[in-house]
């Protein structure tokens, strides 16, 4: 069975930086693409990030551009988000995905961990 494991939230100020993790368990990780999505209170869920299954291409939703990174490394079967400057508006739980090889849909999900920024 398919397992996803999220880690590294918590509470941050404005400005700070966080760094998530998702460990994956359960399938060839090396042959499929990973996405990153947040839900904040009163929202729907949204995209926030994917990478390829090789890693060499990455994807970004454009409210976090530039201040958020994904990465993976295959050997460790793990997924990161590393988030920079944060904004009070990041507050969400985040959760890690599988992402399915012949459509842009998410088979799989982390049970979600929660990142709060205060201002």
């Known amino acids: 069975q398919v397992q996803l494991v999220e880690s590294g939230g918590g509470l941050v100020q404005a400005g700070g930086s966080l760094r998530l993790s998702c460990a994956a368990s359960?399938?060839?990780?090396?042959?499929?693409?990973m996405g990153w999505f947040r839900q904040a209170p009163g929202k729907e869920r949204e995209f926030v990030a994917r990478i390829s299954s090789s890693g060499r291409m990455t994807y970004y939703a454009d409210s976090v551009k530039g201040r958020f990174t994904i990465s993976r490394d295959n050997a460790k079967n793990t997924v990161y988000l590393q988030m920079n400057s944060l904004k009070p508006e990041d507050t969400a739980v985040y959760y890690c995905?599988?992402?399915?090889?012949?459509?842009?849909?998410?088979?799989?999900w982390g049970q979600g961990t929660q990142v709060t920024v205060s201002s």
């Open positions: 359960g399938l060839r990780f090396s042959n499929y693409g």
């Open positions: 995905a599988v992402r399915d090889r012949s459509n842009d849909v998410y088979n799989y």
